[in-house]
């Protein structure tokens, strides 16, 4: 009988709103992937639009729960990490990737978006999650992030071209990470949306575009993430993962557009079937 793969993912819980962990594992689950999880806080809801959301931070129980998983001897063929509960966490992940040495390290560095770091982050955030970038194998920011991260200055989507892009992966990839794919990228004057890759290894991009759909959903992000991770641990190349996950995302967005009383979050649910289809399974 084959093995099941088994990975982990570190990330919040928001207990209302679709995103982070409410996300990450259920796609991950009905990916056929056994996932285990360490949230890095509890929040109400996440902070995309709620007001007077409450926040617990898990911070002390990270090496807890680390020091427990080493005496039972777990491994994981991948570690996916996102929104982290303070900066500190990063350091105790590069400590946890150390330790388990997990087959695949993602890292999607979720702390901003639309120019700016999400409420309830200070600054002290941006190098503790560019450390962590340093030692992905795969780094999935956004385009404020990126800039966040390599210092090159942000730039709105629709105001760049090929060649700024590219001079963000690169960055990426020379403070450390293995591989790099910006998503949401929109050139100016394209009518398109989507990811660039870079791998350090060969010095090749690979890109995938679908249409630009006029709406912003929340928790999108974490949805490419996790669909691209899983695909990437299922076996599939960084190129039909990246496709696999844009597919995902937009057919996410398209099942909520029209849906006014879900502005929070997108029906992922209604698109796993699909998602299991496109991914032969
Ligand atoms: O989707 C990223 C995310 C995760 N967790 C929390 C958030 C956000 C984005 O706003 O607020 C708590």
């Given at each position: 009988m084959q093995k099941q793969k088994r990975v982990v993912t570190i990330q919040d819980i928001s207990c209302f709103g679709k995103c982070s962990l409410t996300v990450a594992l259920p796609l991950l689950s009905a990916m056929g992937l056994e996932c285990a999880i360490i949230p890095t806080a509890v929040l109400s809801t996440h902070t995309g639009g709620f007001k007077g959301w409450t926040?617990?931070?898990?911070?002390?129980?990270?090496?807890?729960v680390s020091a427990h998983w080493q005496k039972e001897?777990?491994?994981?063929?991948?570690?996916?990490?996102?929104?982290?509960?303070?900066?500190?966490?990063?350091?105790?992940?590069?400590?946890?990737?150390?330790?388990?040495?997990?087959?695949?390290?993602?890292?999607?560095?979720?702390?901003?978006?639309?120019?700016?770091?999400?409420?309830?982050?200070?600054?002290?955030?941006?190098?503790?999650?560019?450390?962590?970038?340093?030692?992905?194998?795969?780094?999935?920011?956004?385009?404020?992030?990126?800039?966040?991260?390599?210092?090159?200055?942000?730039?709105?989507?629709?105001?760049?071209?090929?060649?700024?892009?590219?001079?963000?992966?690169?960055?990426?990839?020379?403070?450390?990470?293995?591989?790099?794919?910006?998503?949401?990228?929109?050139?100016?004057?394209s009518d398109q949306q989507g990811i660039v890759s870079l791998n350090s290894a060969n010095g090749e991009y690979v890109e995938y575009y679908t249409e630009n759909l006029p709406v912003s959903c929340h928790g999108t992000g974490d949805v490419y993430a996790s669909t691209m991770f899983g695909a990437m641990i299922r076996g599939k190349t960084v190129e039909e993962a990246l496709k696999l996950a844009a597919d995902n995302t937009v057919r996410c967005i398209r099942a909520t557009m029209g849906d006014e009383g879900h502005w929070y979050g997108v029906r992922f649910e209604d698109c796993i079937p699909a998602l299991i289809r496109d991914l032969g399974l």
């Open positions: 926040f617990r931070d898990l911070t002390e129980d990270i090496p807890e001897g777990l491994t994981f063929d991948g570690l996916y990490t996102g929104y982290l509960g303070s900066p500190l966490q990063a350091a105790m992940i590069c400590d946890f990737v150390r330790d388990f040495k997990p087959g695949l390290v993602f890292v999607d560095p979720a702390m901003a978006d639309n120019g700016k770091l999400y409420a309830g982050f200070s600054d002290e955030i941006v190098p503790a999650m560019a450390n962590l970038c340093a030692m992905a194998d795969m780094v999935v920011p956004n385009i404020t992030e990126a800039s966040l991260i390599t210092g090159i200055p942000y730039r709105a989507p629709g105001e760049y071209d090929e060649a700024y892009i590219k001079s963000q992966l690169q960055a990426l990839v020379e403070m450390g990470a293995k591989q790099a794919a910006i998503t949401g990228v929109r050139y100016a004057g």
